[in-house]
C-alpha cells in the first residue's frame, strides 16, 4: 500500500486584478492549492474534486497535471468550472468575487494506495451540497487518516451565522489539526475573542487549533499549553495561497515526524510545545515563500531545505 495525501475540497481559477489595471489568471482554490503545495513537497497527493472541461477546467488540470497531484475521482459533477475574481489592495491583501459550484462525484481511489493524511478547507466544508459529502468522505476514512480541516471562511459566498458555524463545528468536531486565520475566527464568532474562539473549537475535538495572523505570525493552542511563532519577514508580493501553504506544510511537517495515520492519533496529541514551535516554524516559512510572489506558487521542497 502507497501512504497519500487526500485532498478533498474546491478548484477553481482566480483572476486577479492589480493596482495597475493589469489582470492575469491562476489556476487554485483553497483545496487545490494545498493539494498542489503537499506535491510539491514531496508527498504523493491525490484531489477530489470538481470542475469540467472549458477554459477555466482546462487550466486547472494542466495545473494540477503539472504539479503531479492525482485525481480522486471524475471532476465532470457540475456544468461550468468555478472561478473568483481577486482584487489586490495596496498592501498585497486579495478580497473576492466569487463564481463556485460544488458537488461532488463518488470517491474512486485505487486499492493500493492508503490516505494516511486527509485534508480539507474552505468553501468545501460549508457550501452545500458538497459540503455534506465533504463530510461523508472524512467520517469514512477518519479511521484511516490524520483528519486536517483549514477553516478559511469566506463569508463573501457562504454569509455568516449560526448555519455556517454549525458547518465548520461539525467539521471541527472530527478533525485533529485545525487551521484558521484571526480573521476567519473574528468573522464566524464576532463576540468572542480570537483566543476564545480557538479554545472553544479545541473543545471540540481536534489535538491543535493553529491561528494564522498575518505578518504577525501564528498562534498555537492545545490541551496543556499555548505559544506563538514569529512570521518571516518578506517583501509581500500578494496573499494568495498563503494559508493554504501553511496547512500543507504542518501536514509535511507531521508526516516528516512520523505522525501520519490514524494509528498516530494519540502520539499527535501528547506532542509538547517545543515540538509544534518547530513544526509550526516550517509552516510559517513555506507560506513567506508564497506570499513572495505572485498567486498561489507554493514552494518545492528544495527551496525550504
Excluded at 483572476?15 to 491562476?26: A, K, M, P, W, Y
Excluded at 498592501?91 to 460544488?102: L, N, P
Aim: hydrophobic share 45%.
Amino acid at each position: 500500500m502507497q501512504p497519500v495525501a487526500l485532498v478533498v475540497g474546491e478548484a477553481l481559477v482566480d483572476v486577479v486584478h492589480r493596482s495597475d489595471d493589469s489582470v492575469t489568471e491562476f489556476p487554485g482554490g483553497s483545496a487545490a492549492n494545498a493539494a498542489v503545495a503537499l506535491s510539491r513537497l514531496g508527498r504523493a497527493t491525490w484531489f477530489h474534486t470538481c470542475f469540467v472541461d472549458d477554459h477555466y477546467g482546462r487550466m486547472l488540470r494542466g495545473h494540477l497535471e503539472s504539479a503531479g497531484v492525482e485525481l480522486a475521482s471524475d471532476p465532470a459533477a457540475i456544468d461550468h468550472s468555478s472561478s473568483a475574481v481577486a482584487t489586490i489592495g495596496p498592501d498585497g491583501g486579495a478580497s473576492y468575487v466569487f463564481d463556485i459550484s460544488w458537488h461532488l462525484n463518488p470517491l474512486d481511489l485505487p486499492d493500493d494506495v492508503d490516505p494516511v493524511m486527509l485534508h480539507t478547507s474552505s468553501l468545501a466544508a460549508v457550501l452545500s451540497p458538497g459540503a455534506e459529502e465533504v463530510l461523508g468522505v472524512v467520517t469514512g476514512l477518519r479511521d484511516r487518516a490524520l483528519v486536517s480541516y483549514d477553516v478559511n471562511a469566506r463569508p463573501a459566498v457562504t454569509g455568516t451565522g449560526p448555519d455556517v458555524v454549525t458547518k465548520v463545528e461539525r467539521l471541527a468536531a472530527v478533525a485533529d489539526v485545525l487551521k484558521a486565520s484571526d480573521e476567519d475566527l473574528e468573522a464566524l464568532y464576532p463576540e468572542r475573542s480570537v483566543a476564545e474562539s480557538s479554545r472553544a473549537l479545541l473543545a471540540l475535538g481536534p489535538s491543535v487549533v493553529v491561528v494564522t495572523r498575518g505578518g504577525d505570525g501564528a498562534d498555537w493552542f492545545t490541551r496543556d499549553e499555548e505559544g506563538t511563532v514569529a512570521a518571516v519577514a518578506v517583501a509581500v508580493a500578494d496573499t494568495i495561497g498563503a494559508g493554504d501553504t501553511f496547512g500543507a506544510a504542518l501536514l509535511d511537517a507531521l508526516w516528516e515526524r512520523g505522525l501520519a495515520g490514524a494509528a498516530h492519533r494519540d502520539e499527535l496529541a501528547a506532542l509538547p510545545g517545543d515540538a509544534w514551535r518547530e513544526l509550526i516554524g516550517y509552516a510559517v516559512r513555506a507560506a513567506a515563500v508564497t506570499v513572495s510572489r505572485p498567486g498561489a506558487d507554493p514552494p518545492h521542497r528544495h527551496e525550504l531545505d
